[in-house]
Structures are given as C-alpha cells and as structure tokens.
C-alpha cells in the first residue's frame, strides 16, 4: 500500500506521530510532504520513507500538496491536523482520505465566534468522503458530532521505541516539577507560572522548550526554561523530573506525556477533556487546585504511590504494538471501503459537492 502523509506543521508531538505511523506500518511504503517547524525536531523518519518539503505561506503549502497528490498514485492520503485537513475540500472524489486532526481546532482557546467558525468548517469538510483517525475517545465523540456515522478508527499514540533512557540521573538538591513543549497558548504557560508561584520554592519548576507567548511570567515566577534542546538531553531532563505536571489548556493526545509515563516519571494532568477520557492523573481545573496536588503528592505516601501507579497504567494502555495493530487495520478498512483510490485528471473539478479552484 503506498500512503502519503501530510502535515503543515511537521514538528514535535506532530512529528513523532507521523514517525511513529511510518515505524508501526512498516510494511507499507510511506511518502511525506511536509512543512517543517525548525527548532521541533524530535526523531528522524525513517529512510525507508521519502520526505518533501515546503518552504512558504498556507494556501501555497495546500496548493503544492494537492499537485503532489495528483501527480502520484497513492492509496491512501492521510492529512494531519486542522490547516491540512483543508486539502478535503480541494481533492478529487475517489481519493481515499484519512483524516487526523491530533487536537480539533474548535477545542483551541480561541474566542466564542473563532471556535463556531472552526466548527462549521469541521462539520463542512466531514461531510465528504473520509476515515476519521482519533487519537482519543474525546477526538472521536467530537467526529461523530460533526457527521453521526462517519467511518472512524481510535488509533492511540504511542512512545516512539528509541525514546527511552536506561540509566536515571541522580536525584536533584529540590523535586523538579517539569512541563514539555512550546511556550504558547494551547500549553498555557501562564497556569504553569501560576502554579509555580502558589507552591513556591520547595521545587523547582522546570519548562523543557521554549518560545515567547508566556515566557515573561514564567521567568518571574521563577521557571527554568531549557530552551529547545537535543532529544536525547529532553529524556535525560524528564527521567530526572520527579513529577511531570501538564497544564496544557487543550490537547489531542500529547506524546510527552506518554514518554514520560514511559521513562517513570509519574504525571499530574489539568482535567481538561482529552485528559480525562485517557484516563490521566488529575489535579483540578485551576492552579491553586493543581498547586495543592502538587504539594499533596510530596507529602502524601499514599497519593503519591497512586498517581505513579494511574501513570503506569497509562504508559501500558499505549504499547507500540497495539498503536501498530489498530494502525494497520485502520489502513486496510480505508482501503476497503473508501473511494477507488482514483486521483486522476477526470475527477478534480468535482468532489462529493465540494468544488475546487
């Protein structure tokens, strides 16, 4: 089966996904077109698959994406997140789509009339022919809103094998609470700095990455922030981490959080909704809430000794192999059941209603 992957935003958890895809369905040949963030890589692709870049605005990305589709015979196009997600409306009937939206875009903290208008788009675009692959129960509940019966398969994310660390670091002078990502809105840095605050200086806050939306507040609040580091330095900075506590205001199904599970370092979670239906270790809605948690767990035996043990269920939940066995039957339905795999000339004015420029 010959499968392209497209994502305008090929970077961090993005990234290891669509790296972990390639791995888990190995036996099929995978081609990329991407558009790369630079300062986010995380792992190499494979060599067995080929990667094409894009160096420019949006609509050129979608434009060269749909000539790049077109101008191959692939079984399977599966997009990746909301602005690639457009290409449903500019391919022809008979493509064979796979959707992954890795967090929709109206679950973004954008205000009321933003987020309907992401929502009429979603609903918009879920009415052609397509599979939905969620990354979690709540990604799938909100693609069955958009089109009742739309086809779709839950394929979890997983850790991607390469990404452990055999040997812990030894234990620091103060516990590292630690965060992973880039500084901006969707992992609010601003509650992070908040919570920091509110515990004070019996830790030490740690944000693993960097960026600009936020920075100020967490350095005043006194948050060591790294940087965009090499990954193998990033697994060396969570397995010395003795608590990973996620205050991202919305998610699809973040992959750090799994690799920490993974490495041992127990999770505390914001209960926002993909969090909760992964089943994570919650601690409130709001940073006093997640500050008392944080504080409970160090002083806590018992609390503690639980959420390390909900973490480790976690990590289980989401083993490679049962990422690769959804994966692969996922494809194949797609395969199966969607369209004739036709890309041709013939068909790419017209599409289940939906008209291309």
């Known amino acids: 089966m010959k499968i392209v992957h497209v994502s305008e935003a090929f970077g961090g958890g993005l990234r290891s996904a669509i790296v972990n895809y390639v791995r888990g369905a190995d036996t099929h040949e995978h081609h990329l077109f991407v558009r790369t963030r630079v300062g986010h890589e995380t792992f190499d692709v494979p060599d067995t698959a080929t990667v094409t870049t894009f160096d420019g605005e949006l609509m050129g990305f979608l434009r060269d994406a749909r000539r790049f589709i077109l101008d191959n015979d692939f079984d399977i196009v599966h997009l990746h997140s909301s602005y690639a997600g457009l290409l449903r409306a500019m391919l022809p009937a008979g493509t064979r789509i796979v959707y ?209 043990a909900q973490s480790v269920e976690v990590a289980k939940s989401f083993d490679f192999a049962l990422m690769a066995g959804r994966l692969t039957e996922a494809y194949d339905f797609a395969r199966s059941r969607l369209g004739n795999g036709t890309n041709g000339v013939p068909n790419r004015k017209k599409l289940d209603g939906i008209l291309t420029p």
């Open 100 to 308: 992954s939206p890795h967090c929709y875009a109206m679950e973004e903290g954008h205000p009321p009339v933003k987020r309907l208008t992401y929502w009429a788009v979603e609903r918009f675009l879920a009415g052609r022919e397509q599979m939905l692959m969620a990354v979690s129960p709540r990604e799938l509940a909100i693609g069955h809103e958009l089109r009742p019966g739309m086809p779709s398969r839950e394929v979890p994310n997983t850790v991607t094998p390469m990404a452990l660390v055999v040997d812990r670091p030894p234990p620091s002078a103060r516990p590292i609470v630690a965060m992973l990502g880039r500084i901006a809105d969707q992992k609010d840095p601003h509650f992070f700095a908040e919570v920091a605050e509110v515990v004070g200086p019996s830790c030490e806050f740690v944000w693993i990455g960097s960026g600009d939306e936020g920075r100020e507040c967490l350095e005043r609040a006194g948050v060591r922030i790294t940087g965009w580091i090499e990954p193998a330095e990033v697994r060396t900075l969570v397995q010395a981490a003795s608590l990973y506590l996620h205050t991202a205001a919305w998610e699809g199904a973040p992959l750090s959080t799994l690799e920490a599970a993974e490495m041992g370092c127990p999770i505390l979670s914001r209960a926002i909704p993909s969090m909760v239906s992964l089943n994570y270790p919650l601690a409130g809605t709001t940073p006093v809430e997640m500050a008392i948690a944080v504080r409970r767990f160090f002083a806590d035996p018992d609390y503690n000794e639980s959420v390390r």
